[in-house]
């Protein structure tokens, strides 16, 4: 593509010999190929303009930059600087750059249930006859392509190449996760989002955003910016922030779903838990339905009525196929997996909870299908929200019988601080480290019909330590020891 027709729409500060064919756009120095375009970003932690040398090495024919910077002379690449917001310059070009992908694109944002969400929507667009697939934290799924990891929400530049690959394969729709973080950098802005969804609002990512209130101003950009003026948003009924949301959605003439128990749209009007599941009476745009969820937990019911209202949304009216295909849906990895039993009867469980809402919604849930002790394994991540730590200890001190504190991702910090700082509102906690010990002495002491959670990475398979990423997986370590324990 030409230079000229990636800068539409850009404010371009310097002026540039001659129209340039460019082969590619990179963030990523090290991804830079021949002919290529490398953006020198800057972040809260890095110079992005310090990895210039290296993308000229590795090819690049154009340097994009803002700020001040000394440009070489007599370079045989070109400079190009621009003016504005730097990551919401990157969203338009990358835009530009890649303007093929879906035409069906739905997001979700809120502190907890958005990979579920994401899913879900994925799964019943599906069963609708569209070609689907979903973007978050388990990665890319769908039915056309290997899945591939990402971000929650990726750079702008990877979030479209993603979206136009899907495209090419044939897919018709794209269910996508919006973190605070992806929201308030651009990441998702021109991607033509059709229909938001809002979850709800709890602590989170305060090392990134310092208050709830900044939290939550990022989280509502997704409404307020980002959605497309046709667009539809599905809200939940049942949080404070619902009126607020509603208010923003109302000045642009944005349409509302709402849903919960106190929904006028999707309206729970009775639940009941049994074995692995929930029966679930609901009223859905005046009709009633009884159905049976294979799921888990208030929060998936939740979880699966936003759902039910993007679709509707995307579909352009309600179809009864969702509905028959609810009894069959499945849980997103990592997400309340249970992962099996011992021989006695106990029964372990992975979850992706790391967040005190989160973590309290599972104990809850759990405490009500246990019928002897409940057990949680869990820990808190290193270079995140410290204040989080001890919320999170009392928690499982309030609502579990044993608890083993462990490392969960800690980065660059000491895992044994973390966990001290855990401990400081749940002492009688037991502490190890080594998360797959701590994982071994919990499965090894379930007495007959304990239950077991194991909390925090869900469907990851590394583990952050210092600089390193160990091979780790919850799911993956749960069953080995089951089946040592079950011989």
Known sequence: MLLSQIFQGIEVKTSYPHDIDVKSMELNSKKVEKGGLFIALSGKKQDGKKYIPDAITKGASVIVYDGEFDVPQNSAVVFVKIGGDMR????????????????????????NGKTSIADFTRQMMSVLGYKSASIGTIGVVSDVMDNIETLTTPDSITLHQILTELKSAGVDYVS??????????YRMDNVNIKVAGFTNFTQDHLDYHLTMQNYLEAKKQLFSRILENDGTAV???????????KDICDKRNINVISYGYNGK???????????????????????????????IGEFQAMNVLCAVGMVTALNGKFDRKIVEYLPNIKGACGRLDKVGKLNNGATVYVDYAHTPDALENVLKTMRCHTQNKLWVVFGCGGDRDK?????????????????IITDDNPRSEDGKQIRKEIMVKCPDAVSIGDRIEAIEYAISHLDKDDMLVIAGKGHETGQKIGDMEIPMNDIVEAKRLIEKYNK
Do not use: W
């Open 265 to 295: 749209d999707i309206k729970i009007i009775s639940r009941t838990a049994h074995g692995d599941g929930q029966s679930l009476c609901l009223e859905i745009f005046g009709e009633k339905y009884d159905i049976e969820l294979p799921l």
């Open 235 to 245: 809200l939940n009924a049942d949080i404070k922030e619902f009126d607020e949301l």
């Open 387 to 403: 204040t989080k730590r001890p919320i999170m200890g009392e928690i499982a001190h309030n609502l579990a019988d044993k608890i």
């Open 176 to 185: 996508m996760e919006a973190s605070s973080v992806g929201i308030e950098q």
């Open 88 to 111: 919401e310059n990157i969203a338009k070009m990358a835009a530009n750059f890649y303007p093929q992908i879906p035409t069906l694109v739905s997001a979700i944002t809120g502190t």
